[in-house]
């Protein structure tokens, strides 16, 4: 099975200048934890994502008044990515990995064209997967090395 079957396809986007009571109110009216930041509209090329633990962690957390703070300033530069022809054990074995719950879906040229994420692949893998990729995405994030490059050509 491939990431192009079961990746979120129709996904929010936010852009570096947007401030962060838009970007969260984006995730609350899309039900989601995670939005890819692409630098302009027109080519979608994924510079971050942006969580809703950055945003409690770095922005509520420190007092930072949210109607203020930018996501360029607050967003997660490092991240992991895959393709649309990557299969799903490798994002699976991403995900454990490097104990992240989404993935950016990028092209060739880095733009972003989905999302996948740990409730994508456990429903559509065995047993055993699932169980595993849940195992390791529930340990200390403090157990694991910060990531240092990104996967993918960013």
Do not use: W
Not at 4 to 27: G, Q, T, W
């Amino acid at each position: 099975m491939y990431v192009s079957e079961i990746m979120s396809k129709n996904i929010a986007v936010c852009f570096p200048d947007m401030n962060i009571k838009e970007c969260a109110n984006l995730m609350v009216q899309n039900d989601c934890g995670e939005i890819p930041v692409v630098g302009s509209e027109a080519d979608k090329k994924l510079i971050g994502v942006i969580t809703d633990r950055d945003i409690t962690c770095r922005v509520v957390a420190n007092g930072i008044n949210p109607c203020e703070a930018k996501v360029k300033d607050y967003m997660t530069k490092n991240i992991y990515t895959v393709k649309i022809d990557d299969d799903l054990e490798y994002c699976q074995q991403l995900m454990s990995e490097h104990q992240v719950r989404r993935l950016p879906v990028v092209d060739d040229k880095m733009v972003c064209i989905g999302i996948v994420s740990q409730a994508h692949a456990a429903r559509h893998a065995s047993k055993e997967g699932a169980g595993e990729l849940a195992k390791d995405l529930s340990r200390s994030r403090s157990s694991l090395e910060a990531p240092t490059q990104n996967v993918g050509n960013m």
